[in-house]
Each structure stands twice: as structure tokens, then as C-alpha cells.
């Protein structure tokens, strides 16, 4: 099969053999994979991967302990779990201590014709979705796991930092609990696809002049910059919600942190089941944020393009439906 290789040094299109699933995983032929900041910061060093990238996918069942999900339409929850350690029997599979990541952590990942996962980690596509749609799910589900973590108030005020793919998600999940959301981004055409929703947004650099303080700021710029806008405009007592990760490190004083009392909550991977549902119900549009779709054999073009302010989301087709 084809599938693109990271070895840690460069991407390279490789011919590797079909996967074999093991006793409760499917054998998943993949349609489409997106390109994450994630697969980016994996080429810049983050965690140290090499292997099959990619996580985010919709494909087919060709092969399945269960007759019933063979030539199902799935999406696929990116980490496998041993179900036997502590986190995994508190039901925090999401972190357990022996964990592989698809993509990311000791497991080959779906930018490849196949991939395999463990059948509990599978969700079927309902039939109204199109493949399109069902390949957000991953990211979306990020995006609603900030829900799950705090309470968004009505009253409260709320700032997204970053018009890019995830923070275009965060915001039409935040703003379904509460229209005082405000997106700061750099690009104008990215901040129009959010106004066009009746979303609030605002220039970067325009926050110099914001005045007011927010009860819960997430920062998904990936920037260290991004932290320290986060930092000055977050009220005390207020949320600062991370979702990015990146390669680089930066010192900080963590006595601001502590003197107003800001509860900073790293926030991760997230519900499929209420992703799936947000867009078979059409309550966030995602189809606009895909700035273009390439062969697996243009790999380089289509990194390249991912890298590009401008860009949102790029994916990857492996075949038509």
C-alpha cells in the first residue's frame, strides 16, 4: 500500500505492506485524511515519531471481527488503550499510561490506503454525512472536549486566539452555548467565514485596544505569543484553555498565574459521539474550511500548502466515493 512515511528527519512516500488487524481490531481502506498542525509539529520533532502519519480519517470496513461493520463508512478515535491500567479503569482511556496514539505515539497512522484500530475505537458515519464532513470529526471532537471540561456560562465572556482550522471549530461549538464569543485571528478571509456565521472576530493586533477581560480565553495559535495574549486578557479567576501542541518550549513566570488565580486547563482529544452529532445535524459548517484536496502522490504540494498562512484544511483522497 502506499502511505506516507516520516522517518525524523524527512516525509517520504513509501510502498508498505497492507496492515494485518489484530484479534478485535478492523482493517480500515481509507478515503480521506487531513493534514493536522499536529502532523507539522511531528516534522519539526514533536514527540519524537516516526512512522505512518496522520489521524484524522473517514474510510471503509474491509475486514472486521463482526460481519455486521464490514463495508461500514467510520471515523476512528485516535487512542488505543489497554483497558487494565489505572486511568483505563477510572474511564480515562484517553490517558492511559499504555497508550499508543494513532499517528502520533508507536502506532502507523492513516495517511496510507490503510490503516488498522481497534474496534471499539470505531464510529460509524451516519448516512446523511458526507465523506467530506466525516473526516472533521477528530478535530471537532477536540473541540467539544473543552464542554466537557468546564461550564461556558451564558453571561460569560469568551475569546478564541487563532482563525485557523481548529479555532474555526472551537468557536461554532463555543457559540452554540454562548453568542459572546470573539475570535482574534490574523487573516481576514478566515475571520470572514466566522462573521458570515455571526460570530464576532477582531484583528490580532487590535487587541492592544480590548479593554475588557474574559472569562475564559483558549489559545489555539500554537504560539507563544498566543500565551502571552491569553495571559493579559483572561480575568482572574477566569479559564485559559490550551489546544495547541507544538515542538518548542518557552520558559514562564508562573507567579501570574497563581497571584490571579487563572485555572489553566490543557485540553486534548474529545467526544466523537457529540461531533458526529454536530454535524449530521448540520450545527457547524465545516466544508468551507477545505481549502483543497490532493492525491496521497502530491504529498510534498500538499504539505507545502498546508504550511501557507491562508491554508485551512487540506486533505488527502485515496479514492472517490
Keep these: 500500500m502506499k502511505a506516507l512515511y516520516f522517518d525524523g528527519q524527512s516525509l517520504q512516500l513509501k510502498e508498505l505492506p497492507v496492515p494485518t488487524p489484530g484479534e478485535h481490531e478492523a482493517l480500515v481502506r481509507v478515503q480521506l485524511a487531513g493534514i493536522c498542525n499536529t502532523d507539522l509539529e511531528i516534522m519539526r520533532g514533536y514527540m519524537g515519531f516516526t512512522g505512518v502519519l496522520g489521524h484524522e480519517f473517514v474510510g471503509i470496513v474491509e475486514k472486521a471481527p463482526y460481519r455486521s461493520l ?68 477528530e478535530p471537532l471532537a477536540a473541540a467539544c472536549e473543552i464542554l466537557e471540561q468546564i461550564r461556558v456560562l451564558p453571561e460569560y465572556r469568551v475569546l478564541v486566539l487563532g482563525d485557523g482550522k481548529l479555532g474555526q471549530l472551537i468557536a461554532q461549538v463555543l457559540w452554540l452555548e454562548n453568542h459572546k464569543v470573539l475570535v482574534a485571528g490574523k487573516h481576514p478571509e478566515k475571520l470572514a467565514l466566522l462573521k458570515k456565521l455571526g460570530i464576532s472576530t477582531t484583528r490580532v493586533e487590535d487587541l492592544a485596544e480590548v479593554r475588557q477581560f474574559f472569562h475564559v480565553v483558549v489559545e489555539a495559535t500554537g504560539k507563544w505569543e498566543g500565551w502571552q495574549a491569553a495571559m493579559r486578557l483572561v480575568r482572574p479567576r477566569g479559564f485559559l484553555i490550551l489546544k495547541s501542541t507544538h515542538a518548542g518550549q518557552h520558559p514562564y513566570n508562573m507567579a501570574e498565574v497563581v497571584i490571579n488565580e487563572v485555572a489553566v486547563v490543557g485540553s486534548r482529544c474529545g467526544p466523537f459521539t457529540r461531533a458526529i452529532s454536530l454535524l449530521e445535524h448540520r450545527r457547524v459548517q465545516v466544508e468551507p474550511l477545505i481549502t483543497a484536496v490532493y492525491p496521497i502522490e502530491d504529498y510534498q504540494q500538499a504539505f507545502e500548502h498546508a504550511r501557507q498562512p491562508e491554508s485551512l484544511k487540506i486533505l488527502f483522497q485515496f479514492f472517490e466515493s
Excluded: W
Design 70 to 137: 464490514v463495508g461500514k463508512i467510520v471515523v476512528g478515535e485516535i487512542n488505543l488503550a489497554c483497558g487494565e491500567c489505572l486511568f483505563c479503569r477510572e474511564g480515562m482511556k484517553t490517558h492511559c499510561s499504555e497508550r499508543t496514539v494513532l499517528g502520533i505515539l508507536n502506532k502507523d497512522g492513516a495517511m496510507a490506503e490503510y490503516v488498522t484500530l481497534p474496534v471499539q475505537n470505531l464510529h460509524v458515519v451516519p448516512p446523511a454525512l458526507q465523506p467530506e464532513e466525516a473526516v472533521f470529526t
